[in-house]
C-alpha cells in the first residue's frame, strides 16, 4: 500500500516514461500507441492528480534523494503544495489527452510520419514536466526542463514535410535555449551566494538587493521567454499550432504553466524578500501582454493560431496576479500579497482547462475537416454537436463570464486590484488602476474574439465542402473534451472548495492564507471580507437557472410549442448563401481599424492579369520587426566580424596565437 | 438575510419585470411631443409584447439549437442582472450573492449570447450587427468597470448595497471622481443600451443597425423577450444611476412609510432621467460607426480620469 503522495508521484514519472518505451514498438505494432501507450499516460496523469491533491489537502513537504546523478550532486525531489498544485494540474491535462489522443493519432496510422517518435516524446515531454516540478536542486531541474523542451521541440517539428513546421521548430529550439540559459544564469547567482546547487541551499542564501535583483531580472527573462510574455511572445503562435492538436494543448495548457511554476519557485520560494519594483515590472509585462495577446488574436482566422496568441493572453493575466501579489508582499501586505497569489494560481488552472479543451476541440474539427482556417468552417454546431457543446463552455470560460471557471480567477484579480488604496505610493496606488484598465478590456475584447470564432465556426452556413460533411468525432475524443468541460463547470461554481485548497501555498509562500476567504461557509466566497466583497458561485448559478427555466417553462407550454421553419428573412432580400455571410477578417474590420496602430497592417488592391481586382491583407506582429529582427541582425553581423577571423592562411592564425599567448601572459603577471 | 430582504428582492425584480416597457413608452412618448407629434399611448409597449408573446415563432432552416435558446439566456441574464440592484430599500441579500463585478459579467453574459444569436442564421446583417455590437461593447465595458471601481474604491467594498450606503451617508459632498465617473457611466449607459447617438432604436435602415440587426431574424416570443430584455437593461442602467449617485429617498428600514416614499422618489428620478434621455436624443443625430470608438474612449478616459482622482485626491484621506 502506498501512501506517501511523492512515492505516488514517482510511479506517475515511471508511467509516463513506460509510455514512452512502449511507443517505440509502435513503428511495428501501430495499435501499441493507441491501446498501450496512451492507457500509460492516462494511468500517469490519475497518479499525478491523486499525489497532487493528497499534499494539498494534507500540507506537507516531502523530500527524497534519487539515487542518480554525479557522485557529489545527487538528484533532489521535493513535494510541497506548489508542486503538488501543479502536478495536479499536469495530471488532469494528460488525462484528458490520453483519452482523446487514441482516437485522435488513429490518422497519423497511414502517415509517412513515425508513430515511434510520435508516442515517445509525448511519453519524455510528459516526464520532463513532472519532473520540473518535482526537482529540489537545479541540476534535476536544469536536466528536466531540457527534457521537456527537446521532446517537445520534436514534436513541434513532427509534421516536418512542412516548411513552415521546420521553420517553427527551429524558432522554438533556439528561444527555449536562450531562455534556458538565461534561468542557468539566474540559477548560478543563487547558486554564488547559497554555496550549493540544492534548492535548500539557495532559500538560505543571503543575497544583497542588487544581486537579487539581477537573479530576478535573469529568471524573469528566462520563464518569460518559455510562459510567451510580450515581445518575446513570437515563437509561442508559430509553435503551438503546429504540432498535433492534443500535443497544443499540453503545450499551451501545460508546459506554458510549468514555465510559471519555476517563475513562481524562483522568486516567491526561492529568492524571498520580494521588492516592490519586481512587482511592477511584472505587472506592466503582464499587461501589455494581456493586451496585446488579445488584439493579435483577434486579427487571426486560422483557430490554432488564434487559440496560441490567447494563450499569451491569459499567461498576461496570471502575470498581472502575480505582479499585484509581488508589489503587495514588497510593501508589507501579506494578506492582499496571498490575494494575488491565490487569483494567479487560480487563473493558472482556469487557463490550463479550458485551452486545453479548446484546443481539443479545434483538434477534432482538424480531425474531421482537415481545416484549420476558420474561412471556411460554418455551421459545425448542428454537425458536431457535442463538440459544439464543449467548444462553446470553453469559450464562455475564456471570455470570463458567470458563471465560470474564467470569471472567477478574473473576479479575484479585480479583487485585488481594488485593494490599491492600501499602498503608500501615489504612483504606484494609480499605477494598479492603469493595469485593472487593461485587463477589463482585454475581458471584453476577449468576448469579442469568442463570439468570432464560435460564430464563424460552429454557426451560420458551412462555407466548405468537407465542413458540410463533417461528422461528430469518436467517444474518446469526445470523453477528453468533456472532462475537461466539467471540470470548467465545477471550478466556476465551487469557488470555495478551490480556494481552500490553493490556500496552502501562500500559506507556505507569504506565511499568510486566506483565513476569511471561505469563513462564510461554501456557499460564499469572500476573499478579504463579507464587508468587502462576496461572490455566491452556487446562488448565481441557482439564480440563472431558475431565471431562464421559469421563462422557458412560461413560453413553452400549450400552443407555445410550435415553431415554423422558414427561409431567413434577411430583409427581404433573396436568400443568403453561405458566401453572404460575415467571414472572421470582416468581423475584426472594425477592432483592426480602431487599434490599427498597434498591428502592421498590409493592405493592397492590385489589379491581377485577368483584369480582377485583388484584395489582400496580411496583420503581422510588431514585435517580430520591432525586437527580433534586430538581434537577429547583430548575431549575424556579430558572425560576420568574427568570421573574419578566418582568413584560411597558417600565418595568421599563428599571429593570433601568439597574440592571445602575450595577453594571457599580461593576465597572469 | 431575512426572508423580507428576500421577499423584498423579488418584489423589486416583479417591478423591474413590469415597469421597464412603462419606461420605455414615457421615453417615446416624450420623444413624439417634442418632435410634434403625439406618439403612441404609454401602454403602448405592453400591447407590443403581448401581440408578440400570442404570436407564432419562426425560425430559419439554417438556425441551429443556439438561436432557439439565446432568448431565453438573455432575458434571464438580464433578468438576474436586475435583481441584484436596489431599487427601493438598501439592504438588499441579492447584492451580496454578485457584487458590483457580477453584474458587468451578466451583462457580457446577455451581450455574448445575443451576439452568438445574431451571427446563427448565416446572414450578413446579423454579422454585421454583432461585430459592431462587440465592438462597442468592447471599448464601453473597461468604461463602465473604471467607473464601478471608483464607487468601489470609496465605498470599500464592491457590493452594490453597501456603495448606496455609503453614499447615503457620505451626504452631499462634492467629490471629483463621483463626478468623472457619473459623466462616464452616463455615455456608457447610451452606448450600452444602444441609444443615439451611438445606436438608433427606431431605425429602419439596414445599414446602420446595431441592435436591431442582431434580432432581426427574430419573432414571435423570442422578439418578445429579446425587447423586453432591452427595455430591462435601459432600466438597469437608469436605476443604477440614479440610486448609485443620488441615492437620496431609497429605504434604509423596512417600513411600509420608507418603502412607499421610496417608490415615490424612484418614479420622480427616473422619469426627470428619461426626459432628459429624450431631450438628448431628440437633438443629436446618429454617429458614424467609427466616430463611437472616439464617444467611448472620452467615457473611458472620464472614468479613468475618476478612479485617478480618487487614488490621488481622496483616498486615505
Known sequence: MLTNPLELAGMAVALALASALVSLLADRYPPMLRGIAMTLLGLSGGLSVIAGLSVLVTPAAITAQLPLGLPWLPWQ?????????????????TTAVALYGPGYVREFEHGRDSLAALGGFTGLFVTGMQLVVLADDAFLFMVAWELMSLSSYFLVAYQHEHAANRRAGFLYLLMAHIGALSILLGYGVLAGFGHGFSFAAMRTAELDPTWASVAFVLAFFGFGMKS?????????????????????????????????????????DLLGNIQ??????????????????????????????????????????????????????????????ALGLVAALYHTINHALFKGLLFLGAGAILHTTHQRDMEQMGGLLRRMPWTGLFFLIGCISISALPPFNGFVSEWLTFQTALQAWALENGVLRSLIPISAAMLA???????????????????????????????????????????????????????????????????????????????HGWLWLTPIDASVASYSAPLVLLGLLAAWGISAWWLRRGKWREIRRCDAWDCGFSAPNARMQYTATAFAQPIRRVFGLLFHIDESVTRGGDGWLKHSLHVSDRAWGLFYEPVGRLAIQAGRLVGRLQSGSVRNYLGWTLGTLLVLLWVIS | MSPAGWGLALVQTLLFLLGAPLLAGWVKRVKSRLQNRRGPSLLQPYQDLGKLFAKEALMAHSASPLFRAAPYIVFGSTLVAVSIIPLLAVSLPTAAVADVIVLVGFLALA??????????????????????????????????????????????????????????????????????????????????TGRIPVDNPATHLELTMIHEAMILEYSGRHLALMEWAAQLKLMLYGVLISVVF??????????????????????????????????????????????????????????LLGLFSHVMLEAGT
Open chain 1, 77 to 93: 525531489v521535493r513535494l510541497d503544495g506548489l508542486a503538488g498544485f501543479f502536478l495536479l494540474l499536469i495530471g488532469l491535462l
Open chain 1, 228 to 268: 510567451g510574455l510580450v515581445p518575446i511572445h513570437v515563437w509561442l503562435p508559430e509553435a503551438h499550432p503546429v504540432a498535433p492538436s492534443h500535443i497544443s494543448a499540453l503545450m499551451s495548457g501545460v508546459m506554458l504553466k510549468v514555465a510559471v511554476y519555476g517563475f513562481m519557485r524562483f522568486c516567491f
Open chain 1, 276 to 337: 516592490p519594483g519586481w512587482g511592477v515590472a511584472v505587472l506592466v509585462v503582464g499587461s501589455i501582454s494581456a493586451l496585446m495577446g488579445v488584439l493579435y488574436a483577434l486579427m487571426q482566422h486560422d483557430l490554432k493560431r488564434l487559440l496560441a496568441y490567447h494563450s499569451v493572453e491569459n499567461i498576461g493575466i496570471i502575470f498581472i496576479g502575480l505582479g499585484l501579489s509581488m508589489l503587495f508582499a514588497g510593501t508589507g501586505h501579506p494578506l492582499l500579497a
Open chain 1, 441 to 519: 478590456l482585454t475581458g471584453a475584447l476577449a468576448a469579442a474574439c469568442f463570439v468570432k470564432v464560435y460564430g464563424v465556426a460552429f454557426l451560420g452556413q458551412p462555407r466548405s465542402k468537407q465542413v458540410r460533411k463533417a461528422k461528430d468525432v469518436s467517444r474518446g475524443m469526445l470523453a477528453g473534451q468533456g472532462l475537461l468541460a466539467l471540470l470548467c463547470l465545477l471550478l466556476g461554481i465551487l469557488p470555495t472548495a478551490i480556494v481552500e485548497l490553493l490556500n496552502t501555498i501562500p500559506e507556505a509562500l507569504l506565511g499568510q492564507g486566506l483565513s476569511k476567504a471561505t469563513s
Open chain 2, 111 to 192: 451581450r455574448f449570447f445575443l451576439a452568438l444569436a445574431g451571427m446563427d442564421v448565416g446572414t450578413a446583417f446579423g454579422g454585421m450587427g454583432a461585430s459592431r455590437e462587440m465592438l462597442v461593447s468592447a471599448l464601453a465595458e473597461p468604461a463602465m468597470l473604471m467607473a464601478v471601481f471608483t464607487l468601489a474604491m470609496s465605498a470599500q467594498s464592491t457590493n452594490l448595497s453597501s456603495v448606496v450606503q455609503f453614499n447615503l451617508d457620505a451626504g452631499l459632498a462634492l467629490r471629483p471622481s463621483f463626478m468623472f465617473a457619473l459623466m462616464g457611466l452616463v455615455l456608457v449607459a447610451i452606448a450600452e
Open chain 2, 246 to 303: 443620488l441615492p437620496w429617498g431609497i429605504a434604509t428600514r423596512m417600513t411600509p412609510s420608507a418603502l412607499a416614499l421610496a417608490f415615490g422618489v424612484l418614479i420622480l428620478k427616473l422619469m426627470v432621467l428619461w426626459l432628459v434621455l429624450a431631450v438628448t436624443e431628440t437633438g443629436l443625430a446618429k454617429m458614424r460607426l467609427f466616430r463611437a470608438p472616439q464617444y467611448l474612449n472620452l467615457a473611458f478616459l472620464l472614468t
